[in-house]
């Protein structure tokens, strides 16, 4: 593909992507393609000849769309919003065009000091402790997901609970250079699993905190549920109770993940009473805002991040719900210093002047991964694009819809809100008989939703129930489909 070509097909799927979402809702929310269906349909080989782009094009349509579930729909309200925007998009291709692997500062200056910029401003613009400023020992880093970003915190708790002592904290200097990293025992102390560690999390934290602990070595079995209370929020006197516990049978608790909205109803575990009881036993605590972090763009949201200042870590999602595109997720730490230890590895082919001299981050020492994509570029276009007011905007009606849905339930006896609705997600159930009738009814209802492809609803279990999610998060959600969602529901009882 020549420069000509690569101009002249790229224009053209720019059309393509804007007539995709002119035309989004024609298309069943929810794929409904048989398993195997999609492969069937490809050649068995790759072509030996290059083929022309218009051929690849027709079959994108022929053979991909209809094996696509639309998450941009107005009508996707399954799981948890992913969303998108055209600012995003655009800088998602720019990155791609630029091609940068940003694993030093080095690599391309630009791409590591945006993206140490854009997460000063959004301390700034989502309340956040100043200690997460790049200003001082802490500072924030782009991660691929929540996932890489719970595993990041726990490998930095672990460093920071078996090897204290052994190195110097960060000191005054901006950035840790490759002098203080510890080049061979960073590697072991990230290898050396400890079976005595005990890690703590609710009974609704997502399943990427425990699989941290599998992926660390820790090892799923010493991740500790703890019980919840009515309303799905971590409860901390079982917290401290399950602390005790471990500490009399000798084993050593270190780390705590509290969510700030969970996945299954968004929930809010009380992040200053956690925080607390980890700066008593020194425990390591990592606050999970994948999905609701992004709401505190708004102000009147900012009590979503009240204790956090207790925390040692925090995470959102802009992959979710500030619209920016799969995959960015900011990371915060308060103080470093334990991250890089555990993260930090030196090969000789990476040194450098600019690392040496203490002057510059180097990213590739944040996160399990060498190479890293120029993410920054989208956020920074998104940002821009809305400005912060636009943001709010777009939280706020999301908000306001999930509102008005969870009232209409709430007003039909037919129906049952299962959980308090803070933000964007509703938690519902039909009532149909005893438990194991309404489960049933609640599971029919929700399949022939979904198989009528004109609305995307996906469930959850509370309390031993099963209960109906309806998650409002797509960009171009708006209150006729909420309406609409809630007529087809209705309908087909
Ligand atoms: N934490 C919470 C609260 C989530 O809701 C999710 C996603 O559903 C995750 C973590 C995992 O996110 P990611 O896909 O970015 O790893």
Known sequence: MTPNDFRTHGKALIDWIADYYEQIEQFPVMSPVAPGEVRAGLPAAPPQQGEPFEQMMADVERLILPGITHWQSPNFFAYFPANTSFPAILGELLSAGLGVQGMLWQTSPAATELETHVLDWLVDMLGLPAAFLSSGPGGGVIQDTASSAVLAALLAARERTTNDGQYKTTDDRPQTTSRERPVVRGLSSVVGASPSLRAYTSTQANSSVVKAAMVAGVGRENVRAVAVDGQFALRPDELRRLIEADLAAGLRPFFVVATVGTTSSTAIDPV?????????????????????????????????????????????????????????????????????????????????????????????????????????????????????????????????????????????????????????????????????????????LMARLNASGKLYLTHTVLDGRFTLRLAVGSRLTAEQHVAAAWGEIRGAI
């Open 272 to 444: 200053g009473a956690i925080g607390a009881i980890c700066r008593e036993y020194g425990l390591w605590l990592h606050v999970d805002a994948a999905l609701a972090g992004a709401a505190a763009v708004c102000p009147e949201f900012h009590w979503l991040h009240d204790g956090l200042e207790l925390a040692d870590s925090y995470a959102f999602n802009p992959h979710k719900w500030l619209l920016t595109n799969f995959d960015c997720d900011c990371f915060w730490v308060r103080d470093r210093a334990a991250l890089l230890r555990a993260l930090s590895i030196l090969p000789a082919y990476l040194v450098n002047a600019a690392s040496e001299s203490g002057a510059v981050i180097d990213y590739r020492d944040w996160h399990v991964q060498l190479g890293r994509r120029f993410r920054a570029l989208k956020l920074w276009l998104v940002i821009r694009a809305y400005g912060v007011s636009g943001l709010q905007a777009h939280i706020r009606e999301h908000v306001h819809l999930a509102q008005l849905f969870a009232g209409w339930v709430a007003a039909d006896p037919r129906f049952e809100l299962a959980a308090p609705v803070p933000l964007n997600t509703v938690c519902f159930r039909l009532r149909d008989g005893d438990a194991a009738s309404a489960d049933a009814a609640n599971e029919a």
